[in-house]
């Protein structure tokens, strides 16, 4: 009897103790699962620039420098394309590094094709898509800067360029190289950055000469205004650094 008793008590003991054993195993890995996460949510944040101080933004410009200025000979437009891809990688939370890059060097390169100025696409893009390149409107509009498949078929012909169907609207450069002509063609017609960015947003056909009388509208005032806030921290970083 007592030799039974004793055989249970050692049995329950040692699974007690077995399931001890792997519960202390699972904290423990839970332990450090959370403080690798910890650790790479931290990284992350410095990556995107999130800890804003003058010597972080020194430390990420010297990191890309050396990256961006092999296919950018010229210093402003380098200091350009790392401004502009700071504010992708910013802005942007599914636009790898290595695409921000070829983008920023993109924006900046189609923007002087046209005498656009960069910041004021890099405010259209967060306006049309918050940076997503795979939005899509109620309407249709696609990509960064939320082209309608027809508009691009017809930019596509104007450029000479073939698009393989409207899933190449996804395409960040391809949609970026589309969206900065068709702007540009749209101020070479109205002869006005707020008319051209009204008639990107309603479409040419329902631009009137009374469109603009009624006061400007709100779309043209939020991409304004977000351009004109991208350049005053741009500057106030530059005289920080």
Request: charged content about 20%; hydrophobic content about 45%.
């Amino acid at each position: 009897m007592l030799r039974k008793l004793s055989d249970h008590i050692t049995f329950y003991l040692f699974g007690f103790f077995k399931v001890s054993f792997f519960l202390s195993l699972l904290f423990l890995f839970a332990i450090l699962f959370v403080k690798s996460v910890h650790i790479h949510y931290k990284e992350s944040l410095a990556s995107l620039n999130v800890l804003n101080s003058p010597v972080s933004r020194f430390k990420e410009r010297m990191f890309f420098y050396s990256e961006i200025q092999e296919t950018t000979a010229n210093p402003e437009y380098l200091r350009e394309e790392i401004d502009i891809f700071r504010f992708i990688l910013r802005f942007s939370s599914v636009i790898s590094t290595s695409d921000a890059m070829k983008l920023a060097k993109l924006i900046r390169e189609e923007s002087e094709n046209y005498g656009l100025n960069p910041f004021l696409i890099l405010a259209m893009i967060q306006i049309e898509s918050e940076f997503s390149p795979r939005a899509v409107s109620p309407k249709g509009a696609m990509g960064l800067m939320q082209i309608m498949p027809e508009t691009a078929e017809f930019i596509a012909g104007e450029l000479g360029v073939s698009i393989d169907g409207i899933k190449s609207l996804y395409n960040p450069f391809i949609n970026v190289r589309l969206g900065v002509y068709y702007l540009s063609m749209l101020i070479n017609r109205f002869k006005s950055v707020e008319w051209a960015l009204h008639a990107y947003n309603a479409g040419p056909s329902f631009i009137n000469t009374a469109s603009l009388e009624r006061g400007i509208p709100a779309y043209v005032k939020k991409v304004l205004r977000f351009k004109n806030i991208l350049e005053s921290q741009r500057i106030a970083e530059e005289q920080s650094l």
